[in-house]
T-cell receptor, first 113, second 109 residues
Framework: DTGVSQDPRHKITKRGQNVTFRCDPI?????LYWYRQTLGQGPEFLTY????????KSRLLSDRFSAERPKGSFSTLEIQRTEQGDSAMYLC???????????FGPGTRLTVL | RKEVEQDPGPFNVPEGATVAFNCTYS??????FFWYRQDCRKEPKLLMS???SGNEDGRFTAQLNRASQYISLLIRDSKLSDSATYLC??????????FGKGTSLLVTP
């Protein structure tokens, strides 16, 4: 399968714990995006990378959130000191350069107890 | 005003019906527009891009009206398998997307 992959698919954690998610984009896609989706809402933009450079962060991305893409391939999204409001589906997408189709991964569903 | 707004739905239609979804966007500088389909608890999947001239893919037709900042999706001859949530997506800066809340479609026998 050469699509976008995400790991883990599900994560249950206790409030206050740190969590890290991984996204592996489609190879040769140099743009990588993170979105968050809660029930009944569309995906909300969090941040995006072009190669290893993080070019934009949404105001939704508080100081507790950090994302990296160290070698311009896979990316990680870390949430520190999780809160119940962080419970959501975290979606990763990738695309080639330019205004092109974004392909989404299956998402990581986070539940904060 | 939200960046992207869609008909709230849900739309319940019988098989074979024609159904239309509407979407408005606020950023007049946006250049790329898409319709995604999302099944329950799955990731969004691209249904079609939307071009100024309008485009058609089988039973699906998408239209863009830049002057009114309005996008539409028409589904003809609805199938049971068309039941899903349809998300309108509009380019924001850096080619990331702003999505609407989605419109739920249920096609019944």
């Amino acid at each position: 399968d050469t699509g976008v992959s995400q790991d883990p698919r599900h994560k249950i954690t206790k409030r206050g714990q740190n969590v890290t998610f991984r996204c592996d984009p489609i190879s040769e896609h140099n743009r990588l995006y993170w979105y968050r989706q809660t029930l009944g809402q569309g995906p909300e933009f969090l941040t995006y990378f072009q190669n290893e450079a993080q070019l934009e962060k949404s105001r939704l991305l508080s100081d507790r959130f950090s994302a990296e893409r160290p070698k311009g391939s896979f990316s990680t999204l870390e949430i520190q000191r999780t809160e119940q409001g962080d419970s959501a589906m975290y979606l990763c997408a990738s695309s080639p350069a330019g205004p092109d189709t974004q392909y989404f991964g299956p998402g990581t569903r986070l539940t904060v107890l | 005003r939200k960046e992207v707004e869609q008909d709230p739905g849900p739309f319940n239609v019988p098989e074979g019906a024609t159904v239309a979804f509407n979407c408005t966007y606020s950023n007049s500088a946006s250049q790329s527009f898409f319709w995604y389909r999302q099944d329950c608890r799955k990731e969004p999947k691209l249904l079609m891009s939307v071009y100024s001239s309008g485009n058609e893919d089988g039973r699906f037709t998408a239209q863009l009206n830049r002057a009114s900042q309005y996008i539409s999706l028409l589904i003809r001859d609805s199938k049971l398998s068309d039941s899903a949530t349809y998300l309108c997506a509009v380019e924001r800066s850096g080619y990331a997307l702003n999505f609407g809340k989605g419109t739920s479609l249920l096609v019944t026998p």
